[in-house]
């Protein structure tokens, strides 16, 4: 599974876009990139994933560059409750074990 | 749905005590995994199991024992505890999605401490 690269912390103001960048230079065809968030100590909570596309669900946008060796997590509007931090991670989407390898995230802090 | 429980919530061990700690799903998945986290970091993967009665070595899996005996539940032994198992652990679970995308859902982890 490929490695992921992510800065290690972020602020935003709030309801502003936050912007969260993610490299995965070595991914293959196969992986899908998925990214999860956890607040506080919970257990981590699935945002969004994309294979090639750029993919909008009712809690992000996520943008895929075109030779996927980068994404863009965007959360629209921030809000104090997105303060977390937020992990992307890449996995093989064909039948196979499904593992995730967590790197350490970005600590977004939304600013009031 | 309860989605994904895990039991104890917390714990305190003495060094060379032992512990299971049981995950347990509602949701039909097949895949099942053991994480732990320690303070600062990601998670890591400790086992995972693709079906019942089978069960597989993920990154860390030292000191730790599976089993899958029900789909539904998926048991994490710790047979002589070390102070260096000191952690959190969470749980999750995910359909077998054969060609599609594959989300796994986590429990609300345990906190262990070993003195």
Same mark, same amino acid.
């Given at each position: ?30 992986? !899908?990139?998925?990214?999860y968030r956890q607040?506080?100590?919970?257990g981590p909570q ?41 992990y ?9 074990? !499904? ?14 | 749905? /309860?989605?994904? $429980? ?17 995950? /347990? ?16 970091? &990601?998670l ?8 019942? &009665? $089978? ?25 002589? /505890? ?8 969470f749980? /999750?679970?995910?359909?077998? &999605? ?8 986590f &429990? ?8």
């Amino acid at each position: 599974d490929a490695k992921t690269t992510q800065p290690p912390s972020m602020d935003c103001a709030e309801g502003r876009a936050a912007n969260l960048p993610c490299n995965h230079s070595t991914i293959s065809g196969n992986e !899908y990139v998925y990214w999860y968030r956890q607040i506080h100590s919970q257990g981590p909570q699935y945002i969004i994933h994309g294979l090639k596309n750029n993919e909008t669900n009712e809690m992000a946008s996520l943008i895929i560059t075109e030779d996927r060796k980068s994404s863009t997590l965007i959360l629209p509007h921030a809000t104090l409750r997105d303060t977390a931090v937020y992990y992307c991670i890449v996995s093989r989407g064909s039948s196979g074990t !499904y593992k995730y390898i967590f790197g350490t995230g970005t600590r977004l802090k939304v600013l009031a | 749905n /309860a989605g994904v $429980t895990q039991t104890p919530k917390f714990r305190v061990l003495k060094t060379g005590q032992s512990m299971t700690l049981l995950c /347990a799903q509602d949701m039909n998945h097949e895949y099942m995994y053991w994480y732990r986290q320690d303070p600062g970091m &990601g998670l890591r993967l400790i086992h995972y199991s693709v079906g019942e &009665g $089978t069960t597989a070595k993920g990154e860390v899996p030292d000191g730790y024992n599976v089993s899958r005996l029900k789909k539904q539940n998926f048991l994490l032994g710790l047979e002589s /505890a070390a102070p260096s198992q000191t952690s959190v652990y969470f749980c /999750a679970s995910s359909y077998k &999605g054969g060609n599609s995308y594959n989300e796994q859902f986590f &429990g609300p982890g345990t906190r262990l401490t070993v003195l």
